[in-house]
């Protein structure tokens, strides 16, 4: 029983764990309530310009709203450059879908060729999906409100004006202010690695209710991290004119890196020593002096003019730290394993090291904040169409997929014209929607609006049945619905979207269209399913795309990007160089490769293939653990200075690199080809190999202070070889299990 309440107890502790994380990665720094308070303000001014003719104000709403929300991209210039493109293109078509939208066979012509284009430009890159959705909704739209060639022009009137309002109010009236941005991104990354750092040394009742709470803070540290990368690509900063230094930012994120770095490797040795008693007492230390470190590195990063700081009080806590555990190691009475005293000393080296990088930054000098770029170069933009001719074969994935969208996109307008069906746009609308590039995405999409629409339909229905319409309540909710509906978008809750989106056209067309709120959402909810059925059935049928598949190549290159790392890493160890540019990007890749694999993980789970689900969560959680393991040995490798690695070491280190290269490409082939891996290589044998010779050279000679912490930092890196050994080997059981 105390064991079932102990277990409820660290779950109900996780539980609340993840709920805070969640909470406070919703929306941090309100920049999608800010952004949809913009698309609210500019949706509102449209609407009450055009407020004497319902269909106008109907376009002017639909636009505006695309336009706010199309505003896509890496730089600040490069989201302007997008809504004023979007803009544009929908000003051209518009006067052409009005004019043909009321005949059939031109229509669905247009249409069909519309679709295609917008699929096959998203797939090649030329055009966010996103945008190329938003165009053919409006199109869609404007030829269900078909008229003359005056008609078309007055519409690309209205979205002209729509383009221009919602430009101004976004970039003009209410400017992204970057300084604010970076205070806010700032605070939230130095309260994220106040809590990694405080749950690394924090008791715990096992060790692992330990790693799950650790993983957990380190997983909003990393975010943390990342918001300043793409910070950094945002607003596109460049250094002040009058100094060479860095911007800002960049040092932000180095900073933050290197405190991650040295909290990761502070936390493997807290793994590894868990029940040694040696170590708790070093804990304890860490815990003592952590609150002087937490303030001065508030201080290094907190401030526009960096400030000296001094850990003198600190160097003299662990000066007798060190001074004591020596004192107990030559003590004869002292049964303590040998390991445990090498993770201690790498420990107190690792905290050293850690406010050494602390003192380098506030030895740097000042650092204004940087300022915006003002010019950008469209070369790159207008080079990226040559992809539209290379990519125009049917081998090509995105000229099949805009084959496929315009094809059932095309076939289901033709019947909608065809058999005039009221509301039947509908349903041609959900189908661009839901078809995506690969089947789990379709899946979850179609599922998603399904589910969507239906408790939109009961929520909407309900509302009219209990409350009046066309009151000054139901018009407030109205609009209270709109904002969260354009708040969900910014915050990419599809779900949420649907049912807002749905309870808004019960209400607003039940009045408008007077027609009983149970027969529109009747209507709705079987549109709905129509369109998701045949969203389906093209995905399966018209070369599907599988997102399993997708899934497996990126795991695969996973492996060969660890494998690449870790090759590096001991290559200029042994060679004595240490190139840290391209170990950065190298890691920065590995980070995305993962990322993305985390993605598609997520559609796949919609395919229905469990085995090969859960092979790829377990597979991506040990692509994880390798690139934490590979993090620790580039702290521990690239901190050598001496002549280590000795001659005799160099050779076996060599083996070593052999050995796990051929297994990274066993692992990699056993998942790319779904077969059973090969035999792994003898890795016992080398690593005990090496730690001898180490071993025997270690102790050869008198070693001054600094070489000491260096022949101790190498053995943290021979020791880390062994939890890479027990992943791999971990991965290949997995494989070998699941592939027969």
């Known amino acids: 029983m105390f064991t079932t309440t102990a277990k409820f107890t660290k779950r109900s502790k996780c539980v609340c764990m993840r709920f805070s994380i969640k909470k406070q990665n919703f929306d941090p720094g309100y920049y999608a309530l800010k952004r949809s308070i913009k698309t609210f303000l500019a949706i509102s001014i449209s609407i009450f310009i055009f407020r004497f003719n319902s269909q106008f104000a109907i376009i002017a709403f639909i636009?505006?709203?695309?336009?706010?929300?199309?505003?896509?991209?890496?730089?600040?210039?490069?989201?302007?450059?997008?809504?004023?493109?979007?803009?544009?293109?929908?000003?051209?078509?518009?006067?052409?879908?009005?004019?043909?939208?009321?005949?059939?066979?031109?229509?669905?012509?247009?249409?069909?060729?519309?679709?295609?284009?917008?699929?096959?430009?998203?797939?090649?890159?030329?055009?966010?999906?996103?945008?190329?959705?938003?165009?053919?909704?409006?199109?869609?739209?404007?030829?269900?409100?078909?008229?003359?060639?005056?008609?078309?022009?007055?519409?690309?009137?209205?979205?002209?004006?729509?383009?221009?309002i919602s430009f101004i109010i976004h970039f003009l009236i209410l400017p992204n202010r970057p300084s604010k941005i970076f205070q806010t991104i700032l605070n939230i990354g130095l309260k994220n690695i106040d809590e990694f750092n405080d749950s690394i040394i924090k008791e715990y009742a096992d060790k692992e209710m330990a790693k799950t709470i650790v993983n957990l803070q380190e997983e909003k540290l990393v975010q943390s991290i990342n918001r300043f990368r793409r910070l950094f690509k945002i607003i596109k900063l460049i250094p002040n004119p009058n100094n060479d230094i860095k911007p800002a930012l960049i040092s932000v994120i180095q900073n933050l890196d290197r405190m991650h770095e040295s909290l990761v490797t502070l936390w493997q040795y807290r793994l590894s020593a868990w029940d040694s008693d040696i170590y708790k007492k070093f804990i304890e230390v860490f815990r003592e002096i952590n609150p002087e470190l937490t303030t001065e590195f508030h201080k290094v990063l907190s401030q526009s003019k960096l400030e000296k700081v001094s850990f003198n009080n600190i160097i003299k806590k662990l000066d007798s730290f060190k001074s004591n555990v020596k004192e107990l190691k030559k003590s004869e009475n002292n049964n303590i394993p040998i390991y445990e005293w090498i993770l201690v000393f790498n420990s107190v080296f690792a905290l050293q090291t850690m406010m050494k990088d602390i003192v380098d930054i506030s030895n740097s000098k000042d650092t204004a904040f940087p300022q915006l770029e003002k010019k950008e170069n469209l070369s790159s933009f207008l080079s990226s169409f040559k992809k539209v001719k290379n990519g125009f074969s049917f081998k090509s994935p995105a000229f099949r997929m805009g084959l496929q969208a315009a094809i059932t996109a095309g076939a289901t307008m033709f019947f909608y014209k065809y058999y005039n069906i009221n509301f039947g746009y509908w349903i041609v609308l959900f189908v661009i929607m839901i078809i995506k590039p690969n089947l789990g995405i379709s899946v979850k999409m179609g599922l998603n609006r399904l589910f969507g629409t239906l408790i939109g339909v009961l929520i909407g229905v309900g509302f009219i049945l209990i409350f009046k319409t066309n009151t000054y309540f139901f018009y407030g909710i109205v609009i209270l619905a709109l904002f969260a509906m354009l708040y969900m978008m910014n915050l990419s809750k599809i779900l949420f979207v649907y049912v807002i989106m749905t309870f808004l056209i019960i209400l607003l067309f039940s009045e408008l269209k007077q027609i009983s709120g149970w027969q529109l959402g009747l209507i709705r909810f079987e549109y709905t399913a129509i369109s998701v059925g045949v969203a389906f059935a093209a995905t399966f049928l018209l070369w599907p795309n599988k997102a399993g598949n997708q899934l497996k190549e990126m795991l695969a290159n996973g492996f060969i990007t660890e494998k690449d790392i870790f090759i590096k890493l001991l290559s200029d160890f042994i060679h004595g160089s240490y190139n840290k540019s391209l170990i950065e990007n190298m890691r920065k890749k590995l980070e995305i490769t993962i990322e993305k694999a985390q993605e598609t993980y997520n559609t796949a789970k919609s395919e229905g293939n469990k085995r090969r689900i859960n092979l790829g969560c377990s597979t991506i959680l040990h692509l994880k653990n390798i690139q934490q393991i590979l993090l620790s040995i580039d702290t521990s490798a690239h901190n050598v200075k001496t002549d280590w690695p000795q001659n005799e070491i160099k050779l076996e280190l060599t083996d070593i690199v052999q050995s796990f290269s051929e297994s990274f490409e066993i692992l990699s082939e056993s998942i790319s080809s779904r077969i059973k891996p090969k035999k792994l290589p003898d890795f016992e044998e080398n690593i005990n190999k090496i730690s001898t010779t180490f071993k025997k050279i270690k102790y050869k000679k008198e070693y001054s202070e600094n070489e000491i912490f260096e022949v101790r930092n190498f053995s943290s890196l021979l020791w880390h070889l062994r939890p890479l050994l027990w992943e791999i080997k971990a991965v290949h059981t997995s494989f070998s299990d699941n592939y027969k």
């Open 63 to 164: 636009s505006t709203m695309f336009l706010c929300l199309s505003q896509i991209g890496d730089t600040l210039k490069q989201r302007k450059i997008s809504m004023l493109l979007t803009g544009l293109i929908m000003v051209l078509l518009i006067p052409f879908t009005t004019i043909i939208g009321g005949t059939l066979i031109p229509a669905t012509i247009l249409f069909t060729m519309l679709v295609f284009i917008a699929f096959y430009f998203s797939g090649v890159g030329i055009i966010p999906p996103q945008i190329a959705s938003f165009i053919l909704v409006l199109c869609l739209i404007t030829m269900k409100m078909h008229g003359n060639f005056k008609l078309g022009i007055i519409y690309s009137g209205i979205i002209l004006s729509s383009t221009l």
